[in-house]
């Protein structure tokens, strides 16, 4: 499924299955979620994409042919591609840990081409090795919407005990989760009147749901902001505790509108959380070794791309809309 033009929906088109250079491998797609930021590139909503372009950054499926060098996975391994598909690794952000800044890094789905088609190529460096029980549909929103919510998770105080989620979709469903196992009270905020959003928060784990205009009914240690609404800024702002932090997860948000000043004052943080290093995805992957997750995904066929991206714009999905390939 490729994206020709900006702000067009996807054409389904048959393209020559690339051959694997120097360090790349290529795979045979199995699952490839649809994440939020692919809504964005298709909306024209990200600068600068590689066109025409197969989106697609929550990958799963079989290492089929290694290039020249290939080290790390044998043919017939099952493996992950996620956002983050090369960094310069000789930079200040690369030397320093910060690969996820890296300005030479390279997009899967974005500037690279992604999963929404039966092969695609990744630099085996960035690939994930995938456990055996989310190598499925299952273990597609892993690949992005995990991994986001796990470095957003990171960026607050180990020693937060109520943290506030600002919108419930993939990421959250998938960081409750977490959140709970570690003893965490999680608060919800949907889309004001989203009965579903809310219910299906208050199962995944949730103590309390709300629409985003209420106040958080206790004042909350740090707060995680999902939705792409900068309204939610401010609002986070006034719900967190002195000293508490607030991080935006999204790539993408609408402006944050202006707010006085005594809302960040009280040794407040505001920070957005931007791509992720290989580093996360171990760390992440090693979280869910020992704190399996489950995640509900919707799943739609290849051919069917436009259609869960346009579920995805109205709301319509409980979880994440997985493409199931091969
Ligand atoms: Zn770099
Ligand atoms: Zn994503």
Redesign the pocket.
């Known amino acids: 499924m490729v994206l020709e033009k900006k702000s067009h929906s996807l054409t389904l088109k048959q393209i020559p299955v690339p051959s694997p250079g120097t360090g790349q491998i290529l795979i045979k797609v199995k699952v490839c979620?649809v994440?939020?930021?692919?809504l964005h590139i298709v909306d024209g909503e990200l600068p600068d994409p590689k066109l025409p372009l197969v989106p697609g950054?929550?990958v799963i499926g079989q290492v089929v042919t290694l290039g020249p060098g290939c080290a790390i996975f044998s043919e017939g391994d099952v493996v992950g591609v996620a956002?983050l598909g090369y960094t310069c690794n000789s930079c200040e952000f690369c030397l320093h840990g910060s690969e996820n800044l890296c300005d030479k890094a390279l997009f899967t789905g974005y500037t690279l081409d992604g999963g929404f088609a039966e092969y695609i190529l990744a630099n085996e460096g960035y690939c994930y090795p995938i456990p055996t029980g989310y190598a499925n549909a299952a273990g597609a929103p892993l690949m992005?919407?995990g991994l986001?919510g796990y470095r957003s998770y990171q960026m607050i105080s180990s020693f937060s005990e109520t943290i506030g989620f600002y919108g419930f979709g993939a990421a959250a469903h998938i960081l409750v989760q977490i959140a709970v196992a570690q003893k965490k009270k999680v608060f919800a905020f949907t889309r004001e009147g989203d009965r579903n959003a809310q219910s299906f928060a208050l199962e995944s784990g949730a103590v309390w749901c709300h629409g985003s205009e209420t106040q958080a009914p206790e004042k909350l240690d740090a707060a995680l902001i999902f939705a792409p609404a900068g309204n939610l800024v401010p609002k986070a702002l006034t719900d967190i505790r002195k000293g508490g932090t607030v991080v935006c997860g999204g790539?993408h948000m609408s402006d944050i509108p202006s707010f006085p000043y005594r809302l960040l004052w009280g040794e407040k943080t505001l920070r957005s959380v931007a791509n992720l290093t290989r580093k996360d995805g171990i760390g992440f992957f090693e979280t869910i070794d020992s704190i399996p997750v489950q995640t509900e995904t919707k799943i739609f066929p290849l051919e069917m791309a436009n259609s869960a991206l346009e579920q995805l714009r109205s709301g319509g999905i409980r979880g994440a809309a997985v493409l199931e390939i091969g």
């Open positions: 979620g994440c939020r930021t692919d950054h929550e956002w992005c919407a986001i790539i």
